[in-house]
């Protein structure tokens, strides 16, 4: 692409086509996704052997500029700490300017967990599936939360499988096929809002369905807001729909309430966020038609099992523990790893990498 022919349309991104190189390397060779951010292109880099990699291409709009220069200091950060890419957060590989436009390049993978499942008529996932997913996913954010960072953003969206290929077959029970991916190594990626503990905390953070209830309530967060994100996540996973389908504070807590008893008195007292409350309990109308959705939509977090065998039980065991309201008393990601759910994991050296995983 030359220098001149460079134009952007009129929200801010680059207009290109496929064949367009940029920076005398990277080679265009189709979008793979869009955002609000920008979109992500596959390309053909020139300089390492024609290998295939993802490249990042952000709005020339400066508050996504702006955005993507914190996302590269964060990723430059996992690169130093994590040179040998152990940690199964996304590796960046190079980042530039192009005419405005912030491009940061990554190592190609597959589709999202989220992606996938929806093109597969949002079957959930087997629970052995889950596990080595969950497990490495409490790996990886863990390594974060070691290096005083908060992903602040963690959803099926952002975990991405390094190959998204399947093999089909066929259910009789439902009458269609379905796809099971071949492998399920993944890894976390977008790290546009992640947060160093020094840094500004902004007051509400993570989409919807994955946010804590301390940011519902503005009683402050830290890295446990990321371990209930990963609970709605492993649910969403185990089950094939989210579990807060929501768009309102006040709902959300109710749902909450319905799925893991009444929201703690201390929490209530001190949130600024009195106006969900009346004298000290959620100010919630059962016989609305509100009250009903969530009356019907909503059950006790056990009665969501799909089956009663150990593994179940263990694993429901962990959510639990991962969607206890309290921030200080929900489950570390070091102690979510030497959950029993896990055991059959630490004792096959092949998920570990042969590394001792459960410290």
Partial sequence: MKAWAVKDDEEGHLIYRAGDVLQDRYEITQTLGEGTFGKVVECVDHHRGGSRIALKIIKNVEKYKEAARLEINVLEKINQRDPENKNLCVQMLDWFDYHGHMCLSFELLGLSTFDFMKENNYLPYSISQVRHMAYQICLAVKFLHDNKLTHTDLKPENILFVSSDYSVVYNAEKKCDERSVKSTAVRIVDFGSATFDHEHHSSIVSTRHYRA???????????????????????????????????????????????????????????????????????????????????????????????????????????????????????????????????????????????????
């Avoid at 006790?300 to 799909?306: G, K, T």
């Fill in 213 to 359: 209830p301390e940011v519902i309530l503005e009683l402050g967060w830290s890295q446990p807001c990321d371990v209930w994100s990963i609970g709605c996540i492993l649910f969403e996973f185990y089950c094939g729909y989210t579990l807060y389908q929501t768009h309102d504070n006040r709902e959300h807590l109710a749902m909450m309430e319905r799925i893991h008893g009444p929201v703690p008195s201390r929490m209530i007292r001190k949130t600024r966020k009195q106006k969900y409350f009346y004298r000290g309990r959620l100010d919630w109308d059962e016989s609305t038609s509100a009250g009903r959705y969530v009356r019907e939509n909503c059950r006790p977090l056990r009665r969501y099992m799909l089956c009663e065998s150990e593994d179940h039980h263990q694993f429901f065991d962990l959510l639990e523990g991962l969607l206890e309201y309290e921030p200080e008393q929900r489950l570390s990601l070091s102690a979510a790893l030497r959950h029993a759910f896990f055991s059959l994991l630490r004792d096959t050296e092949h998920f570990s990498g042969g590394r001792d995983i459960s410290r």
